[in-house]
């Protein structure tokens, strides 16, 4: 997932709160509340529109998919109770639970996926993530304009039985679904409101909370759904979301206890907080990779010998323990350690050489490619933010140590990737990449050779792309790792796109607050948890 990168713009300017917080306990009338921090409003509540991870937040809490993610991010049975999958891999056939209402009292049946599976690949919807479901029989013709919606390969059997029909076998299909775009819409209020049904006087969901007040640059309110399947295991009443863009003032409102999470934390104040609220700091491996596309279609930066030796000089370590000041961890693979469906990432051959020894080599290899000192010029190029500015300055410095001439530039985070995606003039860039569901294939696909919304560096080989093949059309896991490795390991090679950093997921949790568990999708839905006295 595109973070836009909200966690990267870790000093954002401040925003003012316009009323004051409730406190986070226990109302006068018994209720549990939870004051939660989140990294910032959302700018829409269809969740079919949604592209961040704050707002993924959100709708975790207000909806319940085919399947969920619990407190450790391990999948569980959600609307459906149980499901089986046919020989081939093709064909899920899903079993809803009896229980399963809207907050309305309606019941949640087959027929509020089809709408939503149908409405999700509708060209007229212009979902952002609507590639998410092109596994699914015809989703990329009809988002194409090419089928009409009805010929999507979800068909309720009856009220209670859902199958659906994929192109071909998709290992990671259920990781898949607990996405935002897997789940359901209340189809009766979405035809009756139009773009108002997110509104909370017309808003119908089907998760432990339904929405209860919205108050921009304020809060978020939403209320324990009494018709939830659930209900009675969940413990807090109430939820309070409030955004913070400036991590700071979270930090403030969680030491005054008036909110006993915050998403994010301000890295500025890291030698405070590790004094003083070491034991709320949640600093743990998270689900994202922090990398450099280098833009391969240049003759200059064309042979991966230059790509490589520009690898060899990065000292990771530096820039994540001076840079980011340990909110981030030094990588040498594209994929994120810890991921599902894959085992042990591949690795760059010169992780543990001396720092002196790779530069050495590096420059090595740009003589060998027929550059010597000062006769190479790159311009790195980042989104505005000050952690990327020291990033990206740092790593000028460590290209010069091999004899590259290497500038900054920053640009505006707004227009940033569209320049990226739309081929840009540029020699290296940052970017960074949030998985999406916890499997290989959506941090590798992003350099398959038709990707162009992803592939920024523009390169092209098709035996990676053979390879990403065969991995789509394999149904052994292990056989399909082994694949993606491979995959990888060529990606390593080529270089193509320089990982340097895997991102973590940082937060202030109270002690107060009971069932947060650490996890590398950094999912935490409140249904999970408890508030202590």
């Known amino acids: 997932m595109l973070r836009n990168l909200l966690n990267t713009t870790m000093l954002a300017s401040a925003m003012t709160m316009t009323a004051s917080l409730p406190m986070p306990a226990f109302a006068q009338d018994g209720e549990v509340v939870y004051n939660r921090g989140n990294d910032t409003d959302p700018s829409t509540l269809d969740h079919h529109l949604t592209s961040t991870v704050a707002e993924g937040h959100l709708m975790r809490d207000l909806y319940e998919g085919l399947v969920v993610q619990d407190a450790t991010a391990e999948i569980v049975p959600g609307v459906a109770e149980e499901w089986e999958m046919s020989e081939d891999g093709t064909v899920y056939t899903f079993h809803l639970r009896e229980d399963a209402k809207w907050s309305n009292g309606d019941p949640v049946t087959a027929n509020d996926f089809v709408f939503a599976y149908r409405r999700l690949q509708d060209p007229e919807t212009a979902a952002p993530y609507a590639n998410i479901h092109y596994p699914i029989k015809n989703a990329e013709a009809i988002n194409n304009s090419e089928m009409d919606p009805e010929e999507l390969g979800v068909v309720a059997i009856d009220d209670r039985t859902l199958e659906i029909t994929l192109e071909g076998p998709t290992p990671y299909f259920l990781e898949l679904l607990t996405h935002q775009t897997g789940l359901p819409l209340h189809q009766a209020s979405v035809e009756e409101h139009g773009a108002d049904y997110t509104s909370p006087d017309n808003m119908v969901t089907n998760g432990a909370y339904m929405l209860e007040s919205f108050t921009p640059n304020d809060m978020i309110v939403m209320r324990k759904n009494p018709e939830f399947h659930d209900a009675d295991n969940v413990a807090i009443d109430v939820v309070n979301y409030i955004p913070f863009e400036d991590r700071a003032t979270c930090l403030r409102r969680f030491e005054a206890d008036e909110v006993l999470s915050c998403s994010d934390i301000p890295l500025e104040q890291m030698d405070y907080m590790e004094e003083n609220l070491a034991d709320s700091m949640r600093i743990v491996p998270y689900l994202g990779t922090y990398y450099l596309p280098v833009k391969t279609t240049k003759e200059e930066l064309s042979d991966p010998r230059v790509r490589q030796a520009m690898s060899m000089a990065i000292d990771r370590e530096f820039l994540a323990e001076e840079i980011w000041q340990g909110a981030m961890v030094p990588t040498h693979s594209f994929v994120p350690e810890g991921i599902g469906n894959y085992g042990e990432p591949a690795v760059l051959p010169y992780a543990e050489d001396d720092m002196l020894d790779r530069e050495d080599a590096a420059i090595a290899l740009l003589e060998e490619a027929g550059f010597g000192e000062g006769e190479l010029s790159v311009e790195l190029r ?44 540029f020699d290296v860039v940052r970017a960074g990449w949030i998985g999406d569901y916890s499997d290989p294939q959506n941090f590798l696909f992003l350099h398959e050779s038709d990707n162009l919304g992803f592939n920024y560096s523009r390169w092209e080989n098709e035996e990676y792309d053979q390879l990403m093949s065969d991995a789509e059309s394999e149904t052994d896991l292990d056989a399909r790792a082994e694949i993606l490795k491979q995959a990888e390991t060529l990606l390593l090679e080529e270089v193509p796109v320089i990982p340097i950093l895997y991102y973590t997921a940082n937060s202030l949790v109270s002690d107060k607050l009971v069932g947060w568990e650490d996890n590398i999708m950094n999912v935490h839905g409140t249904r999970w948890m408890s508030i202590s006295q």
Do not use: H
């Open 382 to 425: 980042y989104n505005t933010s000050e952690n990327n500015a020291n990033t990206m300055t740092a790593i000028a410095d460590m290209l010069g140590n091999i004899g590259i001439n290497a500038t900054t530039v920053e640009m505006e985070g707004a227009t940033y990737f569209d320049y990226l995606r739309s081929d840009g003039e």
